[in-house]
């Protein structure tokens, strides 16, 4: 089956520092990869999404993240973080295998940003 | 342009009830999804709609249902509620012409309390 693994709850970085996300998934075939925000009692935003081509995908906000296929990893990186980058990541993969899209979600990660 | 809409924002149930939960898309969507999320995890797929079907749905009991009306505009019912009904629901939407590259974009939830 498919799945998302997310393997640190918490993170905490220091403002204006860089950041790194992990995110390893299981998928049989070509998969499809997102990774959405979610603030305190808000819906999920998407951040950005990889389909194919370049593995090294821009998003919003200054984020971007690497497909790895070797590793069957999608981590996601931002250079400087803000304040206001504090929140919930998650990584998903788009299942297709009953030729509809659905969504598994990893358990998230948690980014606190200390001043 | 409005986004996914969501109704109500929260509510409270007791166990044994039955809730209702709205849903409108994103303008231009014909596919909605449904997501459960409980506190500290990732949002897990209940079901798809679309041409007023259900045409998949995720690991999730029958007191779980749905519909989709004409405007495309989506309900997820919950019978006979549970303690661990508890959760955030989310709904998302997409479009069905995008085939398997469509972005699913989600609505603020509705949080459900069930006493």
């Known amino acids: 089956a498919q799945s998302v693994t997310q393997p640190d709850i918490h993170i905490t970085v220091s403002e204006g520092a860089s950041l790194e996300l992990r995110c390893n998934y299981s998928?049989?075939?070509?998969?499809?990869l997102f990774w959405y925000v979610q603030s305190p009692g808000q819906g999920l935003q998407l951040l950005l999404k990889?389909?194919?081509?370049?593995?090294l995908v821009q998003g919003i906000k200054g984020f971007e993240a690497e497909f790895k296929r070797s590793q069957s990893s999608f981590n996601l990186r931002k250079p400087s973080v803000h304040w206001s980058d504090a929140a919930e990541y998650f990584c998903?993969?788009?299942?297709?295998?009953?030729?509809?899209?659905?969504?598994?979600f990893g358990t998230g990660t948690r980014l606190l940003v200390s001043p | 342009d409005a986004g996914v809409t969501q109704s109500p924002t929260h509510l409270i149930k007791t166990r044994g009830q039955q809730v209702t939960l709205r849903c409108s898309p994103k303008?231009?969507?014909?596919?909605v999804s449904w997501y459960q999320q409980a506190l500290g995890q990732g949002p897990q797929f209940i079901f798809q709609?679309?041409?007023?079907?259900?045409?998949q749905r995720g690991n999730f009991p029958d007191r779980f249902s749905g519909h989709q009306f004409p405007n495309y505009s989506s309900e997820l019912n919950v019978n006979a509620l549970l303690l661990g009904d508890s959760a955030l629901y989310l709904c998302?939407?997409?479009?069905?012409?995008?085939?398997?590259?469509?972005?699913?974009?989600f609505g603020p939830g509705t949080r459900l309390t069930v006493l």
């Open positions: 998302a939407s997409s479009q069905s012409d995008r085939g398997n590259r469509n972005e699913q974009f």
């Open positions: 998928y049989g075939a070509t998969p499809y």
């Open positions: 990889y389909f194919s081509g370049d593995t």
């Open positions: 998903a993969v788009g299942d297709m295998n009953t030729g509809f899209q659905k969504l598994v």
């Open positions: 303008s231009g969507h014909d596919t």
């Open positions: 709609y679309y041409e007023e079907e259900e045409r």
